[in-house]
């Protein structure tokens, strides 16, 4: 298997497949069934309690300030969480897409401090969300929200998170069979939408 290229990741990713390194740093390839998508209609739900966190824009939201120091931060190890799938070379590649334009992170600041966000790749009119961080209540959520207006803004036709968790169920998160999914890719990916 080649190492990691932005050409092999923007290949795999526009064929719904997308890599994970284990402890060792050793890739694996994966395409679920079901895949997990985020709606970008008005299913999208934001809770009330999330609302109001919105409405007092107690966090700044910035986009791709620092797009390596988010992937970092969502490797990092957590609750539950002692190891990570996101390795140094997928730090490095996946800063390479985000200088090319095809790799974005939303970032979620509080008093000057990177307090969560998330990252993901942009292939057309999909965006793959890969990883999100918080060290603050509410931050990844913020920048989660903030993330879907402005991908909806955008033209976007597909937001692909791959796996269900229950922290995406609440904003509205579906599964979807391979089929169906591959059958929206291929009409996401002949999108012109522009970050």
């Known amino acids: 298997m080649p190492s990691l290229s932005p050409q092999l990741l923007l290949s795999a990713y ?57 992937m970092r931060a969502c490797a990092a190890p957590g609750k539950g969480r002692e190891h990570t799938w996101i390795s140094d070379e997928f730090v490095e590649v996946y800063s390479q897409l985000n200088r090319l334009g095809f790799a974005h992170s939303v970032e979620a600041w509080l008093d000057g401090k990177l307090v969560g966000g998330l990252y993901g790749v942009h292939v057309g009119g999909l965006f793959a969300g890969e990883s999100m961080f918080s060290k603050v209540k509410d931050a990844s959520k913020v920048a989660l929200a903030h993330l879907t207006n402005h991908l909806r803004q955008c033209g976007f036709v597909l937001h692909d998170t791959q796996y269900m968790t229950p922290h995406l169920r609440r904003f509205g998160a579906f599964e979807i069979s391979r089929e169906e999914y591959q059958q929206r890719l291929a009409k996401a990916i002949r999108v012109n939408s522009k970050w």
């Open 14 to 70: 526009s064929q719904g497949v997308f890599p994970m390194a284990d402890g060792y740093g050793d890739v694996s390839w994966y395409d679920p069934d079901p895949r997990t998508i985020l709606p970008l209609d008005e299913s999208f739900r934001v809770s009330r309690s999330l609302h109001r966190v919105l409405q007092r824009n107690r966090f700044e939201i910035r986009f791709d300030t620092c797009f390596s120091d988010v």
